[in-house]
Structures are given as structure tokens and as C-alpha cells.
């Protein structure tokens, strides 16, 4: 069983609707990372949380320590969203445990 | 300011011969770290460097090396190249150590033939 788990692997959305990408990790952690990777390769890191609720514009990121779930939700989706969406976690020695990525298509 | 920095952008090898990669950091940022990413493993560490010093290492043979220079720019190094070595191969960097708020380079893509 991966530590880290995604769901879904695939999605397809319209613009404008509202995206929810899921994950959940089977370790103590001591901060989730989302990251967003688009075509060529290139990783930006949208969020680092260790407890609670960030948002950033239309993203916003949840966690749930006790049942070690964490939820990434973009609001009024647009194509320039289309992407994979990777979650990633750090325990006790610091180094990222990548789950497997979600494939969102954003059609217009 | 400036991202950071990976040289080459692509490259192909054979089986057998070995590859330099390098990673410049963000001014500033002392730590680095390695990550390769395959198509059937995903994104896996390899290592991370804070001040010349390997902090950690991940699940790679030995083959898998690397370093950290006083100006913080990384180096990994892989020898005798195999077929399953083709990756893409990124570095990220952090102002400290242990996976904070890390930028990632555009990454090194590698083919072995």
C-alpha cells in the first residue's frame, strides 16, 4: 500500500465548476504539500499545511490530522487549470513522499 | 530574482556511461534537494543538501550520488547509466532544510539508449 494516496487519478471538469482532488496518507507527517505540474515538467508548490485551511485565490487546501486526509478545492475552474495536481508529504525526516498525481482537464 | 537553475535542460546517454547534473539555487536559498520522476514510480527522492552536507538520502543505489558546493549549487551524479535511468531528474531549493517551501527547477531530461 502507497503512504500516499490520490483520488481521482483522472478528471475532467467544465469551466467554471467546482474541483475537488483528494488524499490521504497512512504516516505521521509534519506538513502536506500540494503541488501543481504542467506540461514540460515544471512543479510549482501551491500550498504547505500542517493543520487546518489555506487559501489563495481560487485554491484552497484543507487537512485533517486525525483522519490524515487532505483535500485541494478550486473554485470557478478554468482551462489554464488543467494540470497535475500532486499531493506530497514530509515526516519526521523532512524528505517528501510524492502520491501519484491527479490529471485535471479543465475544457472550456 | 532568479528561479533555479538546471543545466542541461536535456540530454541523451547510453548504457553504461555516466551524468553530471547541476542545480543552481535561489540566491540566497542553502538547501537542495533531488527528486527523479519516471512515467511507473512517479516523483521519488533521491537527496537533499544544506551546507555542503548530504542531510538526507533516499531508496537509490549507490550509483546515485551527488554534492553541494559553498556557493549552494548542487551537482548529482549517476554512473553506469541504465536503461531505467530515464527520467526526468528536478532539484528544488529552500532557504533551510527539511522541506518547507521549496521551488523547483524546470528540471534535467534524461534518455539512456
Known amino acids: 500500500k502507497n503512504e500516499v494516496e490520490q483520488s481521482p487519478q483522472n478528471l475532467t471538469a467544465q469551466e467554471g465548476e467546482f474541483i475537488t482532488i483528494n488524499c490521504s496518507y497512512s504516516?505521521?507527517?509534519?506538513?502536506l504539500h500540494w503541488l501543481q505540474q504542467h506540461p514540460g515538467g515544471g512543479i510549482v508548490s501551491l500550498f504547505m499545511l500542517s493543520s487546518g485551511k489555506k487559501k489563495h485565490g481560487r485554491l484552497i487546501a484543507t487537512i485533517n490530522i486525525q483522519e490524515k486526509h487532505s483535500s485541494l478545492h478550486i473554485t470557478a475552474s478554468h482551462p489554464r487549470d488543467s494540470a497535475v495536481y500532486i499531493c506530497?508529504?514530509?515526516?519526521?525526516?523532512?524528505?517528501?513522499?510524492f502520491g501519484s498525481g491527479t490529471q485535471l482537464t479543465v475544457l472550456p | 530574482k532568479a528561479g533555479v537553475t538546471q543545466t542541461p535542460r536535456y540530454l541523451i546517454k547510453t548504457r553504461g556511461q555516466q551524468v553530471t547534473l547541476s542545480c543552481s539555487p535561489i540566491?540566497?536559498?542553502?538547501?537542495v534537494s533531488w527528486y527523479q520522476q519516471t512515467p511507473g514510480q512517479g516523483l521519488q527522492f533521491l537527496f537533499e543538501?544544506?551546507?555542503?552536507?548530504?542531510?538526507n538520502k533516499g531508496n537509490f543505489p549507490g550509483r546515485f550520488s551527488g554534492r553541494q558546493f559553498s556557493n549552494s549549487r548542487s551537482e548529482m551524479n549517476v554512473s553506469t547509466l541504465e536503461l531505467g535511468d530515464s527520467a526526468l531528474y528536478l532539484c528544488?531549493?529552500?532557504?533551510?532544510?527539511?522541506?518547507?517551501?521549496?521551488?523547483f527547477g524546470a528540471g534535467s531530461r534524461l534518455t539512456v539508449l
Open positions: 506530497a508529504v514530509s515526516g519526521s525526516a523532512r524528505q517528501l513522499t
Open positions: 528544488a531549493s529552500d532557504r533551510v532544510a527539511g522541506a518547507n517551501v521549496l521551488t
Open positions: 543538501y544544506f551546507s555542503e552536507t548530504q542531510r
Open positions: 540566491s540566497g536559498h542553502r538547501s
Open positions: 504516516v505521521g507527517i509534519s506538513a
